[in-house]
């Protein structure tokens, strides 16, 4: 094969520099523990901010990655400044950009790397993302140019700035194939433009001459109407069998059902014919040589691919966390450690190392924001401009549309803090701030603006450690305390001096005073080895620690003592109380129960613990006396249940005996029946033979005549109804095969012989005599075993010799599964007055709407026949089509497909 000079000159780009390490990685690194990994994971609910920002992605690339929760992280302070500058460059654009074109070729790369076969609806998909990349950066340039401060979107050009687009590829791949057609062009190859050529030639030769046959047997009556077709993928006319004579040469291809149409190949057709046969057996040939070649092409190239496609996957995600920030109303943080390029804006508080206002949870602000109008919710450039340049000033009028739902919550962290300690009541917010802060850092390193006010500010944390939430477990024979402590364990293994770490409950699920003691001792080492942690308590004594070491801080939720409800804000520096007496006050419990508390209070002192061990053991003692009594009761039961379980098996047994002996006496008494049946049916021919030798020839017809009547009575009196019982569940199983002979409902429980399978819509071909009808599957009953000695011998003999004369007559398994070629309303497709695109798709739903086993009618007119053309071509590439007619003297303009 030898492609096309112009093909030729196409050279592909330079490849790409070498990729550069991906930012995609997992947030949490526990040292052999996957299952610690998805906890973290879990326990942030990052897979849920995952999918929030997975409604905004454009590709299924991007959607895909974000709902696996596996998006870009930062894993240093640059990376992470680089995924928050390129946020903040997409923002900047004030209307969404075409993805639409971008599809994921992973699997196409892998067939052709694999040395397989590419179909043509594949090469278009690569052409067509790899031009929709290109126009994606030239979109970008232009975007940049037209701006007075084009600098701004360098971060998003930077992505894309040294990829290889595969101009060449796409190029070659637009040379050789027509993909609004979906067809190879003849200028693909200079040997594939030949074999078009002569084959198209010998058509219009092989077309004329039948048509010229087929109008002489027409007026010698040889048919009623001209007819050419094509049998055996060679083209022939129709001809009665009476007048087969006409042909003298000609060569039998196929028969028609009814034997009376033969249809012959006429003798000056046959070289014709075999011409074209080889002519497209060389056109498939040429065809797939050219898909290879193409394949191959993109197999070359998979690396530049695959290397281009990950930078669009970057500038998806970058845009989808643009619109994510949006809809929340969000700003750009600011890392402690490190500011923008180019920003201006000075820190006026360096005091504080975690500094945020108002941060609100995402996950919480969601059911808020769906009730708020676009115009609300969405801000516009020109105020996202007003601000420093990364979009990190929100305006005071779209702040002032958010509701204080979720109530925001600020964070107060001065330089050299190590450990918080926040305190407060239950249900009070201090796990939901928490996890707020977690999420924020977490957001952060992905490059996510954060639900806040004014210039939200915080370090870069290596990891994010959270143990949060009770952690018992009956298969690792966990108990609370003994998870919540493995947790810890593993938390203390692998954090940094530049790790966050968030513990909920510290110290909780054992005895106090151990509880007070371990917590004390975690929160003395963290001080030394992390960045910051925060730990949430209802122990006094660790907020005490700030008064030994500047290190530690306190903050509490704060409680309205008014309404004796929690407010969930934090009150920084401040230590907060339990408050569980005022609260059960407040709702109403007896003043004796609270002075009892209180002096129950008093004496949880120190000294009084080995007196409290006494009384919670025997409290134990006594819990334990109980569950053993329940436990003897519940096996007392279960003797019970089993003692009736055994006597209805039995029972259930002894009716199972009963039905086969009841089914043996029915087959008796029927078996006593039958021979009764024939003894009488014995005693009225030998009745017929006496009254014959008396009487002689002479009264034969009225001897016979009493002699039917009479059996036919006693068949009468033994035979039951015509219908043939069977059970539901038996029909509801069963599948008729081809060639059967089945009871049809709709022809009156009549006989009939199945022609094909059940299709997909649950009907089945059946002949009855000379009629074909399709019935429903429902409507069809299988032929008793007993009964189909019934069945007259005559009928099954004169049924295989149907069959042998089929296999005689040819290959009719096209007119068997057919059925009449008829046409109606319903399988016709009409193409005149379109466009040849419009007429494409139209015929294309057509064939994949029709039913198997169809016949489909295209009227495509004269015209200039590029309509007819087109069809033609979707007839002989279509995988449903098995067969088709063109057009002939008595159908010009309409060409019948066979469906699959």
């Not at 810890?488 to 007070?516: F, H, M, N, W, Y």
């Not at 074909?772 to 032929?783: E, F, H, L, P, Q």
């Not at 007119?861 to 007839?875: D, H, P, Q, R, V």
């Amino acid at each position: 094969m030898q492609l096309s000079s112009n093909l030729l000159s196409i050279k592909p780009s330079p490849p790409p520099p070498s990729p550069k390490p991906s930012l995609f990685k997992p947030i949490f690194c526990f040292p052999n523990s996957a299952e610690s990994n998805s906890l973290q994971f879990e326990t942030l609910q990052w897979s849920s901010i995952c999918n929030q920002l997975s409604s905004f992605t454009s590709t299924s690339m991007a959607s895909s990655t974000a709902q696996n929760a596996t998006l870009p992280i930062g894993r240093t302070l640059h990376e992470s400044q680089k995924l928050l500058d390129q946020t903040s460059a997409a923002r900047l654009i004030d209307h969404p950009m075409d993805f639409s074109g971008i599809n994921d070729l992973s699997e196409i790369l892998a067939l052709a790397a694999s040395g397989q076969l590419l179909t043509i609806r594949e090469l278009c998909t690569v052409r067509r993302t790899l031009r929709a990349t290109r126009e994606l950066f030239q979109k970008l340039n232009e975007l940049a140019s037209n701006d007075s401060h084009p600098q701004r979107y360098s971060p998003l050009l930077e992505i894309l700035q040294n990829c290889d687009f595969q101009v060449g590829l796409e190029r070659k791949i637009e040379f050789c194939i027509d993909c609004n057609l979906s067809v190879i062009l003849d200028r693909a190859s200079e040997d594939l433009e030949i074999i078009r050529s002569e084959r198209k030639r010998n058509i219009e030769i092989l077309d004329s001459l039948l048509k010229e046959v087929s109008s002489q047997i027409f007026q010698a009556g040889g048919i009623d109407r001209p007819l050419i077709t094509k049998r055996r993928s060679r083209m022939c006319v129709g001809i009665r069998a009476s007048h087969r004579y006409l042909l003298p040469d000609g060569i039998i291809l196929n028969v028609s059902s009814s034997g009376a149409t033969y249809f012959m190949e006429p003798k000056d057709a046959i070289d014709l014919n075999n011409m074209e046969v080889r002519l497209s057996n060389s056109e498939k040939a040429e065809e797939r040589a050219i898909l290879s070649l193409l394949a191959s092409e993109i197999a070359n190239s998979e690396r530049e691919i695959n290397y281009l496609l990950d930078k669009i996957l970057e500038v998806d995600l970058a845009f989808a966390r643009a619109a994510y920030a949006q809809w929340m109303n969000a700003v750009c943080p600011i890392f402690s450690l490190g500011n923008f390029e180019g920003c201006d804006y000075v820190e006026e508080d360096d005091d504080l190392a975690v500094n945020i206002d108002g941060m609100q949870h995402p996950l919480l602000l969601e059911s808020c924001l769906e009730k708020i109008p676009k115009s609300v919710a969405l801000r516009s450039r020109n105020a996202i401009e007003s601000g420093n340049g990364n979009g990190a000033v929100a305006p005071k009028n779209i702040s002032q549309g958010i509701p204080d739902f979720p109530v925001p919550v600020d964070f107060k962290i001065r330089h050299g803090t190590r450990v918080v300690v926040i305190s407060g009541p239950n249900t009070g917010g201090k796990t939901a701030s928490m996890k707020t802060l977690g999420l924020a850092s977490l957001m952060s390193k992905a490059g996510m603006h954060l639900p806040a006010k004014n210039h939200p500010k915080l370090p870069w944390f290596d990891l994010i450690l959270a143990d949060i939430g009770d952690h018992q477990s009956l298969e690792q024979n966990l108990s609370t305390f003994s998870g919540h402590i493995s947790r810890i364990c593993q938390i203390l293994e692998v954090a940094s001096k530049q790790s966050l770490v968030l513990i909920d409950e510290i110290g909780s699920g054992t005895d106090p005073s151990e509880g007070v003691a371990l917590s004390a001792s975690i929160l003395q080492y963290l001080k030394d080895h992390v960045n910051l942690a925060i730990v949430t308590t209802h122990y006094a004594d660790l907020s005490r620690m700030k008064e030994k070491d500047t290190r530690f801080d306190n903050a509490a939720m704060e409680f309205s003592l008014e309404t004796l409800q929690p407010t969930y804000r934090v009150l920084w520096g401040c230590t907060g109380d339990s408050n569980a007496l005022s609260i059960a006050q407040s709702i109403g419990f007896d003043r004796n129960i609270i002075h009892c508390a209180q002096e129950w209070v008093e004496k949880l002192k120190p000294e009084q613990q080995q007196e409290r061990r006494g009384m919670l053991y025997q409290s134990l003692q006594g819990e334990r006396n109980r569950l053993k009594a329940q436990t003897e009761r519940a096996a007392s039961i279960h003797v019970e249940i089993m003692n009736i379980y055994y006597e209805i098996q039995a029972e259930a047994e002894d009716l199972d005996r009963r039905e086969v002996d009841l089914m043996a006496k029915e087959t008796q008494q029927v078996q006593q029946e039958l021979e009764d049946a024939k003894s009488q049916i014995e005693t009225v021919i030998e009745k017929f033979e006496k009254l014959l030798m008396v009487s002689g020839r002479d009264k034969l017809n009225s001897l016979i005549r009493e002699s039917e009547s009479a059996i036919a009575s006693i068949v009468k009196a033994h035979t039951p109804a015509v219908k043939f019982p069977i059970k539901e569940a038996d029909q509801a199983s069963y599948t008729p095969q081809f060639g059967e002979q089945v009871l049809v409902k709709g022809l009156g429980g009549r006989l009939a012989t199945v022609l094909e399978s059940p299709a997909d819509d649950e009907t089945i071909l059946v002949q009855y005599g000379k009629v074909k009808a399709r019935v429903k599957k429902s409507g069809i009953r299988a032929i008793p075993s007993s009964a189909k000695n019934v069945i007259p011998s005559s009928s099954t003999h004169r049924q295989g010799q149907n069959l042998q004369n089929r296999e005689y007559q040819g290959n009719l398994e096209t007119e068997l599964s057919y059925g009449p070629v008829v046409q109606t309303s319903k399988n016709t497709v009409d193409l005149r007055g379109m466009r040849v695109e419009e007429a494409s798709i139209h015929l294309e739903m057509a064939i994949n709407a029709s039913r198997p086993y169809s016949v489909l009618f295209i009227i495509h007119g004269m015209g200039t026949g590029a309509i007819k053309e087109l069809a033609l071509e979707i007839l002989r590439n279509h995988a449903r089509v098995t067969n088709y007619e063109p057009e002939n003297p008595m159908n010009y303009g309409c060409t019948i497909a066979y469906v699959k």
